[in-house]
């Protein structure tokens, strides 16, 4: 009997599109900007590379839980950084990265085809992939009037939001508490940009403004990648709700889904540490700073962008055609219809770059 494989049931992967204006990016005088991709290019800190390489000596398999030095840092730093309280240490759980969370978190919960998961109308695409993953179905929305009677298993909120840097408020989130509570619903709020504000000031679904202070059905992703610059090293974790944090970590260990010891000692080092995540913050603003009244002077209409590490950008046309139009001067981005239909007209441009390269873009706009 013929097997379907698996990546039958997935979309294309988007950057693969991307080879044709990549190589004409690439071929300019000055080299290519790759803005397309948000992938940190600035030095770890020290203190986390030495934190690292001081538990390189573990021979033993890590602990799926996360050692409990990592999990008080990471309850502290959410207290401290993000004023999140009445969180246990054992109601948080690091990942292999915030993504593999993502997209294995329906398969985790035991979703399947009798599912509905909700992601945004613009969306980081793995929402998708993990629903898919699982059998389930997706719906696109960002009001919970577009639900109609239907009742979801599982809704994926991401504030700031990845492409368009949009920040939801605290009403919001609270409709969408209390509603998913009412109907037991699980809200996985992906918050991997929470601590790069720029014109608003985003807050976690497990803030006491929010929460109330409960965190049943809630869920909180944070990842290290961006204001770390982690992304090497795939670091991550969950907070929230105890029991279902609980059943992660059962199904989890099961599934051998181990963030490696060095990995969580870095963690720990770089929760412990405020100081080079402010001046991880403060390059990208001066970046910010730079490329967005650049893109403006170019013609560009920018949207929302008020947080994140990205700039939500039109000129009017398909996206395709402005990514084309970016890519003679040597600037790559990404297409807004990466992250659904309502992108079409969109392009993703991210902060991630070299201040060189930064400075190269500025230079090629004007």
């Not at 049931?9 to 690439?26: C, G, I, N, S, Y």
Request: include cysteine; aromatic fraction near 6%; charge should be negative.
């Amino acid at each position: 009997m013929a097997r379907t494989p698996r990546s039958a049931a997935l979309p294309e992967f988007p950057w693969d599109t991307l080879a044709e204006v990549t190589a004409r990016a690439r071929s300019h005088p000055d080299g290519i900007v790759d803005l397309s991709v948000g992938t940190p290019v600035d030095p770890v800190a020290p203190l986390i590379r030495e934190a690292l390489a001081s538990a390189s000596a573990s021979p033993g398999y890590p602990t799926t839980a996360g050692t409990p030095a990592l999990r008080a840092s990471a309850t502290a730093a959410l207290r401290r950084r993000y004023g999140i309280t009445e969180l246990a240490p054992d109601a948080v759980l690091p990942v292999i990265g915030t993504k593999e969370l993502i997209a294995w978190l329906p398969t985790l919960l035991g979703l399947g085809s009798g599912d509905t998961v909700v992601v945004p109308e613009l969306a980081y695409p793995t929402y998708e992939v993990g629903a898919r993953l699982a059998g389930a179905q997706v719906v696109r929305a960002d009001a919970l009037t577009q639900l109609g009677p239907q009742v979801p298993a599982l809704i994926f909120l991401n504030s700031p939001s990845n492409p368009t840097g949009r920040v939801l408020g605290v009403d919001h989130l609270r409709k969408v508490v209390t509603w998913a509570r009412e109907r037991g619903v699980l809200v996985a709020s992906d918050e991997c940009y929470l601590g790069l504000s720029w014109d608003a000031d985003p807050v976690s679904v497990l803030h006491p403004s929010v929460s109330d202070g409960d965190h049943t059905g809630l869920l909180a992703i944070h990842s290290l990648s961006k204001t770390s610059s982690l992304a090497g090293y795939r670091a991550g974790f969950v907070a929230g709700d105890p029991a279902v944090v609980a059943e992660l970590l059962a199904v989890r260990k099961h599934a051998g889904m181990i963030v490696p010891t060095p990995v969580q000692a870095a963690m720990v080092a770089a929760l412990d540490d405020d100081e080079h995540e402010a001046l991880q913050r403060d390059r990208y603003a001066r970046r910010r700073a730079m490329l967005l009244p650049a893109l403006r002077s170019a013609g560009f209409t920018v949207e929302h962008s008020e947080a994140g590490l990205y700039l939500w950008a039109s000129r009017g046309e398909p996206c395709r055609d402005t990514v084309a139009w970016l890519a003679e001067r040597g600037i790559l981005v990404a297409p807004g219809e990466f992250y659904g239909p309502a992108g079409a007209q969109y392009v993703r441009v991210a902060l991630t770059a070299t201040d060189e390269r930064i400075d190269a873009a500025v230079a090629r706009l004007a």
